[in-house]
Antibody
Framework: EVQLVESGGGLVEPGGSLRLSCAAS????????MSWVRQAPGKGLEWVGR??????????DYAAPVKGRITISRDDSKSTLSLQMNSLKNEDTAIYYC?????????????WGQGTLVTVSS | DIQMTQSPSTLSASVGDRVTITCRAS??????LAWYQQKPGKAPKLLIY???SLKSGVPSRFSGGGSGTEFTLTISSLQPDDFATYYC??????????FGQGTKLEIK
C-alpha cells in the first residue's frame, strides 16, 4: 500500500525558514517523480514544484510564486522527499501535500499524503 | 502559463441527478487532463486521468471527456458520498501544472 507521510509543518515568522519532509513507502521511491502541492485555508490547490527521478536527471522545477525561495530534494536511500522553504511570506500559509506523479513523467498526482500545515505569521 | 477555468463554481444537485462540470484550458493541452475529488479536511483523490481514463477503484458513474481546450466531468447518478469539491488539472509539461479553481458540489 502506498503511503506518504508529511511532517515538519508549524508556525514560523515572516522571513523565516522551514523544512518539510515526506516519508514514502509501498512503492519504489527512486523510480517515481514527486511533487509538492499546497492549499491555502479555504482556497484551491496550487502546484509548488516537482522533482524528477534520478534516472531522468533528478532536477526540480518550481512555480513562479515560490521560485528562488524553495528547494525540493530527494533522498532515495531513505525514500524521503524534502521541501526547504526560505524567506517565508504570509501568503505561504497553507497545507502542504506531497504527491506521487503517476506516469513516470509530467503527469497527474495519483497518491497524496495527508498534508502538513505551515502557518506564516508574526 | 496555462490557465484552467472550471464552471460552475458551485453546483446544487440531488441524489440521483446527473451532473456535469466543465473545465476549459487557455490553450490546447491535448488530453493531458486529470480530475480530483476533495472532501473537507482530506487530501484530494485522483478520479480520472488523460481526460477520460478512470483510475482503478473509482466508481463507473464518474466519466470524463473532451480534448484540446474543453473537458467535462460527469457523474451519472449522484450518490451521497459524491458531495465534495472537484478540481481539474492540466499536465501538458511543467509550465507549471495548473489546477482549476474548483467546483463545490452541494446537496440541493
Amino acid at each position: 500500500e502506498v503511503q506518504l507521510v508529511e511532517s515538519g509543518g508549524g508556525l514560523v515568522e515572516p522571513g523565516g525558514s522551514l523544512r518539510l519532509s515526506c516519508a514514502a513507502s509501498g512503492f519504489i521511491f527512486s523510480d517515481v517523480w514527486m511533487s509538492w502541492v499546497r492549499q491555502a485555508p479555504g482556497k484551491g490547490l496550487e502546484w509548488v514544484g516537482r522533482i524528477k527521478s534520478k534516472a531522468d536527471g533528478g532536477t526540480a522545477d518550481y512555480a513562479a510564486p515560490v521560485k528562488g525561495r524553495i528547494t525540493i530534494s530527494r533522498d532515495d536511500s531513505k525514500s524521503t522527499l524534502s521541501l526547504q522553504m526560505n524567506s517565508l511570506k504570509n501568503e505561504d500559509t497553507a497545507i502542504y501535500y506531497c504527491a506521487t506523479l503517476g506516469c513516470g513523467g509530467d503527469c497527474y498526482a495519483d497518491y497524496w499524503g495527508q498534508g502538513t500545515l505551515v502557518t506564516v505569521s508574526s | 502559463d496555462i490557465q484552467m477555468t472550471q464552471s460552475p463554481s458551485t453546483l446544487s444537485a440531488s441524489v440521483g441527478d446527473r451532473v456535469t462540470i466543465t473545465c476549459r484550458a487557455s490553450q490546447s493541452i491535448s488530453s493531458w487532463l486529470a480530475w480530483y475529488q476533495q472532501k473537507p479536511g482530506k487530501a484530494p483523490k485522483l478520479l480520472i486521468y488523460k481526460a477520460s481514463s478512470l483510475k482503478s477503484g473509482v466508481p463507473s458513474r464518474f466519466s470524463g471527456g473532451g480534448s484540446g481546450t474543453e473537458f467535462t466531468l460527469t457523474i451519472s447518478s449522484l450518490q451521497p458520498d459524491d458531495f465534495a469539491t472537484y478540481y481539474c488539472q492540466q499536465y501538458n509539461g511543467f509550465s507549471p501544472y495548473s489546477f482549476g479553481q474548483g467546483t463545490k458540489l452541494e446537496i440541493k
